[in-house]
């Protein structure tokens, strides 16, 4: 059996924001530079830096100000910042930030219980945040979550996911990352899912997955979504976090797991492995923890 994939694949890595928001011990400002710094090292070209919503909400990223403005910029390296509204979007700006992303909801359980506001008034609320964004001349990334399904609502509908994926490129969004936030997603789901975006006019080439590992199919979902056309996937070194506000969402797909399937695969991602490893390994203690990385515990213990 052939198996269809693109010939190199785009990471976003996330860990320093979604990855760490979701951590009990809070790193310091200068653990987080470097940790940037280690991750740009490695070959990303796509790091998602931290966050500036409420420090009360997360206090795990509430140096975003300071981390932004000391972060030094790299050749080829683009550094988002999420920013949930007008506020957050104006303390970016004053950091210097070049990117930010929008993070809305397919569900609407989880769009009131995260956002507090419906689907559609989240989505409405975002027109002026990426308008402004757009015309001081920044790149911004849409977040779409629960895009599988929802913890109250049950299976979402991929034709729903497909209108406000739309509403969030009509907005302006230059790309879409579409998350199964709790991880509950199949390969027959994926490519279902991937099937309905042409016809609710979306490229294809604009669209990212967030797979979360809660039942261990994130790498099946990869390879599901590879050979459906999709080529750019989020994941977090360590395989660390997962939603704060959705407590059922297992951790991210792990960076390091992905690379070394597209390697076994041929498939070029332009991170270097044994440098992602050390990363994994010298956050996993500064978090005082084992990271759930498969590939980082498989290289850690000896062959015998």
Not at 8 to 32: C, F, H, M, N, Y
Not at 236 to 258: C, H, M, Q, R, W
């Amino acid at each position: 059996m052939t198996i269809h994939t693109p010939d190199r694949i785009t990471i976003v890595e996330v860990a320093p924001r979604d990855g760490l928001q979701a951590e009990d011990r809070i790193l310091s400002t200068d653990v987080k530079l470097e940790l940037l710094e280690r991750l740009a090292d490695a070959g990303h070209t796509a790091i998602e830096a931290t966050s500036f919503v409420s420090p009360k909400a997360v206090p795990q990223l509430a140096d975003a100000e300071e981390l932004m403005k000391r972060l030094k910029p790299r050749a080829g390296v683009r550094y988002s910042a999420l920013v949930p509204n007008e506020l957050g979007l104006e303390r970016a700006l004053a950091c210097g930030v070049r990117e930010v992303a929008v993070f809305a909801s397919a569900s609407e359980s989880y769009s009131r219980k995260n956002l507090n506001r419906s689907r559609d008034e989240a989505l409405a609320d975002y027109r002026p945040v990426v308008a402004r964004a757009k015309a001081a001349g920044l790149r911004v990334r849409g977040y779409l979550s629960m895009v599988v399904a929802d913890p109250w609502d049950g299976p979402t509908n991929p034709a729903v996911v497909g209108s406000a994926a739309r509403q969030l490129l009509e907005l302006g969004c230059d790309e879409l990352s579409l998350g199964d936030t709790i991880g509950v997603g199949t390969p027959g789901e994926v490519t279902r899912l991937i099937e309905v975006l042409p016809g609710a006019g979306i490229p294809l080439a604009k669209i990212a997955f967030h797979f979360h590992d809660t039942f261990g199919q994130a790498l099946a979902n990869v390879l599901s979504a590879m050979g459906a056309g999709i080529t750019m996937f989020d994941a977090s070194v360590g395989g660390i976090g997962g939603s704060p506000f959705a407590k059922v969402a297992g951790g991210n797909l792990a960076t390091e797991d992905l690379v070394w399937m597209c390697r076994g695969m041929g498939v070029e991602t332009g991170v270097d492995l044994d440098k992602l490893v050390a990363t994994s390994r010298w956050l996993g203690d500064r978090l005082g923890r084992e990271l759930p990385a498969h590939t980082s515990r498989a290289m850690s213990s000896p062959r015998g």
